[in-house]
């Protein structure tokens, strides 16, 4: 990680040499397929917290999510908090200083380019270069239809969407796109993003649309949560359109581990969860190394938010050395 006042520069923002350890912010999405209780009564002083610890403590990213509007049909899993993206990492970078700040993700469909451009451009100013801008197809069919925007058409404008964003995210200050359905030319948009040439552009899903999406236009691709037997295919079909494109540039491969608790717990942490003595939990994350994966997205279990900083101390302490190849 670089230090605050460096000049950010390239798309390459993650080390070669070991697996990258992120984690999506707590407290900023509360659905129930993952939040934990204590999330629903904590606010912005945890959200600081956590984030200047993650910071501190050296962790690759924070991210958030995106939704605009939730349905009633998926409030029940999905719960209707879901904290602007733009928002909360403008918010995120005044409270730290090295840690990446990720969409993921955006869903990029639902706005103009230029809109995306000039929000994101500000929050890369404002973080000194820190921002990673994930985008996605998204999935929710209401929120497209209430934002007037056609759901079934919603891959094809991704696409464009993000050669649009590689174009307005650029050096220029007067950007050139033109497109099929987005144009743009002699209209000067400041500040420009802090990074040059731009921020790097990761891209998520796993559909085959999404996967040569990311291969083909994207610096980077973002798990939606495959699981482990499933990932080496994917990063398999990655590596094979990037070859076949000519495409050789940096590219970050991530997922998402299972839910993790360092050390042996009073409690049931729940079925699933990848929990054990640092070695034993490095162990296990060193496995998506070896599929070709860069990053890995973690979500400790917890019932409360010092029993959270406690668990990512020592994770950043005993299991992120054992990461190093």
């Known amino acids: 990680?670089?230090?605050?006042?460096?000049?950010?520069?390239?798309?390459?923002?993650?080390?070669?040499?070991?697996?990258?350890?992120?984690?999506?912010?707590?407290?900023?999405?509360?659905?129930?397929?993952?939040?934990?209780?204590?999330?629903?009564?904590?606010?912005?002083?945890?959200?600081?917290?956590?984030?200047?610890?993650?910071?501190?403590?050296?962790?690759?990213y924070l991210a958030t999510c995106?939704?605009?509007?939730?349905?009633?049909?998926?409030?029940?899993?999905?719960?209707?908090?879901?904290?602007?993206?733009?928002?909360?990492?403008?918010?995120?970078?005044?409270?730290?200083?090295?840690t990446l700040l990720l969409s993921h993700v955006a869903v990029a469909a639902l706005r103009h380019p230029l809109a995306l451009a000039k929000q994101y451009a500000t929050v890369d100013r404002l973080a000194d270069g820190r921002l990673v801008l994930g985008v996605g197809a998204g999935h929710v069919r209401e929120e497209f239809e209430a934002l007037g925007v056609d759901?079934?058409?919603?891959?094809?404008?991704?696409d464009e969407t993000v050669d649009a964003l590689k174009a307005a995210l650029g050096p220029a200050e007067f950007p050139e796109f033109s497109g099929r359905r987005f144009a743009f030319r002699g209209l000067g948009q400041g500040p420009r993003p802090a990074r040059t040439p731009r921020p790097p552009l990761w891209v998520g899903g796993s559909s085959p649309a999404a996967l040569r999406r990311a291969a083909l236009r994207g610096d980077g691709w973002l798990s939606q949560g495959d699981r482990r037997e499933v990932l080496p295919r994917r990063v398999a079909t990655l590596r094979r359109l990037r070859e076949e494109a000519g495409r050789d540039g940096p590219f970050a491969v991530g997922a998402i581990a299972e839910p993790l608790y360092v050390g042996t717990a009073s409690w049931d942490t729940g079925v699933g969860t990848l929990t054990g003595a640092a070695g034993t939990v490095a162990e296990s994350l060193r496995v998506y190394r070896g599929m070709g994966v860069d990053q890995v997205q973690v979500r400790f279990r917890c019932r409360g938010v010092g029993e959270l900083l406690e668990q990512m101390e020592v994770f950043a302490g005993a299991v992120g050395p054992l990461l190093v190849d």
């Not at 509360?30 to 610890?53: C, H, Q």
């Not at 349905?71 to 719960?79: H, V």
């Not at 759901?151 to 991704?158: E, N």
């Open 151 to 158: 759901f079934a058409r919603r891959g094809a404008v991704l």
């Open 1 to 60: 990680m670089q230090d605050s006042g460096t000049p950010r520069t390239g798309l390459r923002v993650l080390p070669g040499d070991r697996l990258s350890y992120g984690m999506q912010v707590p407290v900023t999405s509360l659905s129930t397929l993952y939040a934990e209780p204590w999330e629903v009564e904590a606010g912005p002083r945890e959200l600081r917290r956590i984030a200047r610890a993650a910071d501190r403590l050296g962790f690759a």
């Open 66 to 98: 995106d939704h605009v509007a939730v349905p009633t049909r998926l409030a029940a899993a999905m719960g209707t908090v879901w904290y602007d993206p733009v928002a909360t990492l403008a918010h995120l970078a005044a409270v730290t200083e090295r």
